[in-house]
């Protein structure tokens, strides 16, 4: 029964809640983790109670996972046991369980100087490929997308005569982007010098993908290890110590856009979070940025 209770789960996920792939395979980890102690103390579904849940998390305790990953598997068995109550009537146990306390950590970012030395350095490419990659890069920072709407980004996304994006976020949900006018004249070029060149090796034929990669004798897109791994190298490359992440570079456009006087609905908008919580995070950036310019410039500091 519960392996039908599983695939329900993964449909229900897939179909009603529409999470993200990364979340939807994060999920179906800790759903095996959970099979797999459920078939070894030879539990069942029928008698499982609040007490062998908790007896659950304290072993994955022991496995000395971080406070954010146990976070995570508890909010995926209160998902899965809120279904199984919803849909089967059975007692929700998981109600009683406790997300741990996380430590608030203020995200990482450049400075605006910092990227400007990675462009100037992604710019210098001279192969195709390359050259291809500095677009992406350009990309990500001038739209804050992520790493996954960037590397599945498709023709028909684009509207050039409005100079607006539509992206397809987490959960399936649309928003518009808006593009500078630097990244649509760049947009221009590499469609007119780079892209040709992928499309002479499938002898012409169009592909809906923004930036594919040829492999296997197809254009596909660029895998999210294989763009993040291109990032690190750049940023070896150019002298920045912090070890970088796509992440990080959504984080430094966020920053900067408060910097410069950006309300945060906007931001909101523009990174497609649904709540306002979520980019409130970056205040704490510009306080901490507001005490450093206090502590140098101050005549009393």
């Known amino acids: 029964m519960l392996t039908t209770y599983i695939s329900d789960f993964e449909r229900y996920l897939l179909t009603e809640k529409r999470v993200s792939h ?5 999920y179906k980890r800790d ?15 029928a008698t499982i109670t609040t007490k062998e849940l908790k007896e659950f998390l304290k072993e994955l305790r022991q496995q000395a996972l971080s406070a954010s990953s146990v976070s995570r598997k508890i909010s995926c068995l209160k998902t899965f046991f809120k279904h199984l109550e919803e849909k089967y009537g059975l007692k929700n146990y998981s109600e009683h369980l406790v997300l741990p306390k996380l430590e608030k950590k203020l995200p990482q970012f450049l400075s605006e100087q910092q990227i400007e030395t990675l462009f100037n350095h992604a710019q210098q490419a001279s192969s195709d490929n390359d050259q291809r990659n500095y677009v992406m890069l350009y990309f990500l920072y001038a739209t804050g997308m992520r790493i996954s709407e960037l590397t599945e980004l498709r023709f028909s996304a684009l509207d050039f005569e409005s100079g607006f994006i539509k992206i397809k976020g987490k959960g399936g949900k649309d928003r518009l982007i808006p593009l500078p006018q630097q990244a649509q004249v760049l947009l221009g070029e590499y469609l007119q010098t780079i892209y040709p060149v992928f499309l002479t090796k499938t002898k012409g034929r169009m592909n809906d993908i923004l930036f594919p990669t040829y492999y296997n004798n197809q254009l596909k897109p660029m895998s999210r290890q294989s763009f993040w791994g291109y990032i690190k190298d750049m940023a070896l490359q150019a002298g920045i110590s912090t070890a970088l992440s796509p992440h990080q570079i959504r984080h430094s456009l966020a920053t900067h856009l408060l910097n410069k006087g950006a309300h945060l609905r906007s931001i909101q908008l523009l990174l497609g979070h ?12 510009e306080t901490a940025h507001l005490r450093k310019i206090y502590d140098a410039k101050h005549p009393r500091a």
């Open 22 to 26: 990364n979340t939807f395979d994060a």
């Open 31 to 45: 759903m095996s983790q959970f099979v797999e102690f459920m078939e070894r103390h030879a539990y069942d579904m």
């Open 274 to 285: 649904e709540n306002l919580k979520t980019v409130q995070i970056y205040t704490h950036i």
